[in-house]
């Protein structure tokens, strides 16, 4: 049994509030238990969106009753909100902006909009970027500018890793995550993953319409994938973007971008370990020790992962816990299951069953 300290995922997508037919703070969190996950950090472009104090603590009144593992919850930067996003920093996870096209509303296409957010927002709290390709370079010359971190999320494009790494290397204060859907998924055409014949059976078999295939950013080509997994010493860490919208409305005319992500990306890693792609220490960087320092988390005591690495199964969505019902990666076959998660002493998760109740889970932001 290989032991793993809690992880970390930065980027999940709660639904809640006004949402909850797809997700809520208990399903999310029970979800983020059963992947070995012990901590999220909830992104804002919920309904209403997350922007000011109301809608901070509408929230987290709801993650307080019902989440059942640790958590923080970002801010959305708005057109005007710069200085009450400021002033609200020490209670959430960090402040998102999204500069490119997204679910919701929260979108700034103006540059002058994103200004007083990199003048105001304090440096010790992170700013984080939906920023794909070209706005990602307006991104980091921002990052310079200002002088400030910024933390790029799910990049999925060659010219992406290879601007970051060349911003590194100048000492801009840049870092950035990967989605495990980037690192397995491709588009168009449709090919099989690199290294798993099984998987690649999976992909085929996922079915449905394009609608679910449809996430931001796109799924990339293989070049760009293959740029990724080069150039994983780059890359900070792995955030699932965990996104769920329900089948309807996934294969429905207009159907909304995004994938449920929380349960499926430790064994989705764990393969590419036990196919010696990866290694058990990138995972605990990349999903403990690099978010923990990036966000300034706190220790999670007494909290650890318990995985069976030689366990094979099949990811098959009727045996997840989100409420969205469905994966991008069903019929997979994959290497490694979390059989047991501890978390701050008590038993969490095992075997197929969240033994962690609504409320449990703490805001890692409250004194
Ligand atoms: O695919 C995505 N889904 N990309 C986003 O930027 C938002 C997310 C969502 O909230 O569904
Ligand atoms: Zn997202």
Known sequence: MLKLPGLIDPHVHVR???QTHKEDWDSATAAALAGGITMILAMPNTRPPIFDASTLDLALAAAKLKARCDYAQFLGAGP????AVAKLASRAAGLKMYLD???????????????????QYPKDFPIVLHSEARSMAAGLLFAAIYDRPVHIAHISLKEEVLLIKAAKERGIKVTCEVCPHHLFLTMPPPSPPPFSPKMGEGVRRTGGGWGRKEVRPRLAAQEDVDTLWANLDVIDCFATDHAPHTLPEKDSENPPPGFPGLETILPLLLTAVSESRLTIPTIIEKMHINPKHIFHLPDQPETWVEVDENASYEIRAADLHSRCGWTPFEGWQVKGR???VVLRGKE??????????????K???DD
């Open 16 to 18: 809640e509030p006004g």
């Open 101 to 119: 096209s997204t679910f919701g509303e929260l979108r700034l296409d103006d540059m002058t909009l994103w200004m007083p957010h990199f003048e």
């Open 338 to 340: 979390v059989r047991r």
């Open 348 to 361: 969490a998760y095992k075997d197929g069953e969240v033994l962690a109740k609504p409320g449990f889970g």
């Open 80 to 83: 005007d909100n710069a200085e």
């Open 363 to 365: 805001n890692v932001r």
